[in-house]
Antibody, heavy 120, light 107 residues
Framework: EVQLVESGGGLIQPGGSLRLSCAAS????????VHWVRQTPGKGLVWLSR????????TYADSVKGRFTISRDNAKNTVYLQLNSLRAEDTALYYC?????????????WGRGTRVTVSS | DIQMTQSPSSLSASVGDRVTITCRAS??????LNWYQQKPGKAPKLLIW???HLQSGVPPRFSGSESGTDYTLTISSLQPEDFATYFC?????????FGPGTKVDIK
């Protein structure tokens, strides 16, 4: 089955760290860009970061630059998002998404999300 | 960053109605505009990519169009399963940005 499955979320205190994982299956993972997007009721869908197929090019939203790190292990078909110095405003549902690039760029496959709650 | 706005923010409609949702970009995005549908507790689902291309498996009652920096999603005849929230998203540049969403509910 073609899918992305996120894991690693949970309840964490402010200032803490988490590592989110996005495990892919059913498609050629090593040729795809993967992005992380988070969602909250107040701010909606917010793009966070992306990594290229080789894992040597990354981009971040200004709001998380320097705190979050995206990486991938193509041997494990997994993308990671390391979340450091977490703040209450990082509380959200975190999705990973595959970005297709045929005729444009679009998120054609999403995981179900993993919830991060930052609270003392 | 490119700002995306949507109108209306919500609408009430009946089964069989024609529904139109508009998305506007704060600057030129070259047709790189995607539409997603999201139901409660589910991930977004791609409907339309690059303004007007119907994603595989999506019913043809969904269509998209472009006029300058304005983009439109049309549902020609609303079905019970279409009650959801719809988001636009630009992929012209990073950061990728999304509209705030349009919630379609039952009249």
């Amino acid at each position: 089955e073609v899918q992305l499955v996120e894991s690693g979320g949970g309840l964490i205190q402010p200032g803490g760290s988490l590592r989110l994982s996005c495990a892919a299956s059913g498609f050629t993972f090593s040729t795809t860009w993967v992005h992380w997007v988070r969602q909250t009721p107040g701010k909606g869908l917010v793009w966070l970061s992306r990594v290229n197929p080789q894992g040597d090019s990354t981009t971040y939203a200004d709001s998380v630059k320097g705190r979050f790190t995206i990486s991938r292990d193509n041997a494990k078909n997994t993308v990671y998002l390391q979340l450091n110095s977490l703040r209450a405003e990082d509380t959200a549902l975190y999705y990973c998404a595959r970005e297709a690039s045929l005729g444009g760029w679009y998120f054609d496959l999403w995981g179900r999300g993993t919830r991060v709650t930052v609270s003392s | 960053d490119i700002q995306m706005t949507q109108s209306p923010s919500s609408l009430s409609a009946s089964v069989g109605d024609r529904v139109t949702i508009t998305c506007r970009a704060s600057q030129y995005i070259g047709g790189f505009l995607n539409w997603y549908q999201q139901k409660p507790g589910k991930a977004p689902k791609l409907l339309i990519w690059s303004a007007s291309h119907l994603q595989s498996g999506v019913p043809p009652r969904f269509s998209g169009s472009e006029s300058g920096t304005d983009y439109t999603l049309t549902i020609s005849s609303l079905q019970p399963e279409d009650f959801a929230t719809y988001f636009c998203q630009q992929s012209f540049t990073t950061p990728r940005t999304f509209g705030p969403g349009t919630k379609v509910d039952i009249k």
